[in-house]
């Protein structure tokens, strides 16, 4: 036997803001800035083409101005092959931040990103207030509570309850599920859309295991067969 | 017997001591004094009264009133009657 | 319109500040008057929950005021009244997430839309308690019977005049006729004495109050049902302006009081 719920679901236009926030727009940019203790640090992303580096240095520069003003600047190849030309042109593109102190070029890895198709497994209990935020799948032996947001770039798989907050396909993949041996999230997100269990629904939710996904841009809930 | 005397035995009601703990925490609280110096300072205001008069020392009270966000210490030492 | 920030805090903490929140909002949006509640208790909220409001927030406050999303994208709209709104705590940040700057801008941009604004400040008095009344033109706190909140209460007292805030009101929460009428629990009067404020309502102990937070609605929408509900709703008219006697639930009349000593009631 099987059954489904369906939840609640609407597409804010809110999230999509953030997806373009939070997911996409950063992923286009191929340089990251950050401030640290001992300037602001400027990041390449190594699997960038040197032209997009460039343009996107050029905007960073376009828009700050004279704000860096007196701090120095970081540049960090983070494993970028860069020739010699190449990092002329950084150089002039970058001494175009106004007033700026030093620019030291260094070669950090950053931590190995962390690809959508990877699996992180969490073996413990996810508690009010913890925020478990991966580009990856996850999966979670123990309990996700209310007030705990889990947030994958692709699917999420609780072996336990799911009481709290989960977001599926963080970057916008509807493609993404969410399964859970007893699910009754605060709210269920899967790409852009947002859901929540009916108003009425009351605390005699089934227990057993369910997997939500999108159909026809709703997510449907519903009981998986054994 | 026994319960009936218990009663009367137990006559002062808890939120008599509630209140009177609760006026002696805010003096210290309000004025920011310890216990300690509380006592110190009752002892030297006493020292010198009792130069110039009799003062019943069983039966001194002090407070802090608060009017309009203005505090005052207000100390009552009462005086023994002569005789 | 510019409406009025009121700041609802204790000190203590579990007296029912968010409780209260709760329903005087919700008995405020009853009277029509347009209502934003904000929680301030970063890092633990739960007037979402009060509310029965928590499983709709995509935003939060932090959200708002690091610009992730605009204000109006974060307030929820109450379920039952269109004229309540939400703007609900981070869960997953800290206190130092939002400074009282950033909670000023946000109290004086809702007050343009809002007849009142109402912040549930967190227990304590450290940076959560300074924003919660940073934007603030108006303070509540409130208290039960008891040594500990009512020494809290008067600490906050100290600490609101400091920053400005003067003349707040108090409510009384959690009252037992019952046993005040024994003598094992202080009566308003004691309480009003010692705390020299102004009284702004008495809410009795109502095992109802349990019951609304377990369905997420609050009391006040039951008002005719509870005397927690009523004692809110005419807190929330003495808020408002009208001029309101404390009524027998509140505080015992006279002749009630003489009916119990001689034993007729």
Redesign the interface.
Same mark, same amino acid.
């Given at each position: 036997m099987m059954s489904s719920r369906i939840f609640t679901s609407f597409t &804010?236009d809110?999230?999509k /803001? $953030?997806q373009s $926030? %939070?997911g996409v727009m950063i992923m286009r940019d191929a340089i990251s800035l950050r401030v640290s203790s001992k300037g602001v640090i400027i990041t390449l992303d190594p699997e960038r083409d040197f032209s997009d580096i460039k343009s996107s240095l050029n905007r960073y520069v376009g828009e700050a101005g004279d704000f860096f003003a007196g701090v120095n600047l970081f540049v960090n190849l983070n494993g970028y092959n860069c020739l010699l030309e190449d990092m002329q042109e950084l150089i002039s593109g970058l001494s175009r931040f106004e007033k700026i102190e030093n620019i030291y070029f260094i070669n950090e890895k950053e931590n190995t990103k962390y690809r959508t198709t990877d699996t992180i497994l969490l073996n413990r209990t996810i508690r /009010? !207030? *913890? %925020?478990i935020k991966f580009p990856t799948n996850i999966v979670i032996i123990g309990d996700i509570n =209310? !007030?705990? &947001?889990v947030i994958a770039g692709g699917d999420i798989i609780v072996l336990g309850k799911l009481r709290g907050?989960v977001h599926a396909g963080a970057q916008g993949s509807i493609k993404a599920r969410v399964v859970a041996l007893v699910l009754q =999230?605060? *709210?269920l997100r899967i790409g852009n859309i947002?859901s %929540? =269990?009916p108003?009425d629904s009351g605390l005699s939710e089934p227990l057993r295991p369910e997997r939500a996904y999108v159909k026809d841009g709703a997510i449907i809930v519903e009981e998986m067969k054994l | 017997m026994s319960k009936l005397g218990f009663k009367t035995e137990a006559a002062e009601p808890s939120k008599n001591i509630a209140k009177e703990r609760l006026q002696f925490i805010l003096i210290q609280d309000r004025i920011k004094l310890s216990p300690g110096e509380m006592d110190l300072l009752k002892k030297e205001l006493l020292d010198v009264l009792a130069k110039y008069i009799n003062v019943d020392e069983k039966n001194i009270r002090m407070d802090i009133d608060r009017h309009d966000g203005m505090m005052a210490l207000v100390a009552n030492f009462p005086i023994k009657r002569s005789g | 319109m510019a409406g009025k920030v009121i700041v609802i805090t204790s000190g203590k903490g579990g007296v029912g500040k968010t409780t209260t929140t709760a329903n005087i909002g919700t008995a405020l949006a009853l009277m029509d008057k347009r209502v934003c509640l904000i929680d301030a208790d970063i890092g633990l909220r739960n007037l979402d929950v009060v509310m029965g409001l928590e499983n709709r927030i995509v935003y939060d406050i932090v959200d708002v005021v690091e610009g992730n999303c605009r204000l109006e994208q974060a307030l929820i709209r109450d379920k039952r009244n269109s004229s309540l709104f939400l703007l609900p705590a981070a869960q997953t940040r800290d206190k130092t997430a939002v400074t009282p700057y950033q909670m000023q801008e946000l109290t004086e941009s809702l007050k343009e839309e809002m007849d009142y604004v109402l912040v549930d400040s967190p227990a304590g008095i450290e940076q959560g308690f300074k924003n919660a009344i940073s934007g603030a033109e108006r303070a509540i706190i409130v208290t039960t019977p008891e040594v500990s909140a009512i020494r809290d209460a008067d600490r906050i007292i100290g600490l609101l005049e400091t920053e400005g805030l003067k003349n707040p009101e108090v409510i009384i929460n959690r009252i037992r006729q019952n046993m005040v009428d024994k003598g094992d629990m202080m009566g308003i009067d004691d309480m009003i004495e010692i705390l020299a404020i102004n009284l702004l309502g008495v809410v009795p102990e109502d095992e109802n109050i349990v019951i609304s937070t377990n369905r997420g609605e609050p009391i006040v929408l039951k008002a005719d049902k509870s005397r927690a509900g009523l004692a809110f709703q005419n807190i929330a008219r003495r808020i408002d302006g009208e001029e309101l006697p404390l009524m027998s639930l509140e505080r015992d009349t006279l002749i009630n009081k003489l009916k119990r000593i001689v034993g007729l009631s």
């Open positions: &804010e809110i999230l /803001s $953030k $926030k %939070r /009010s !207030g *913890q %925020r =209310p !007030g705990a &947001e907050v =999230p605060t *709210q947002i %929540r =269990p108003d | - | -």
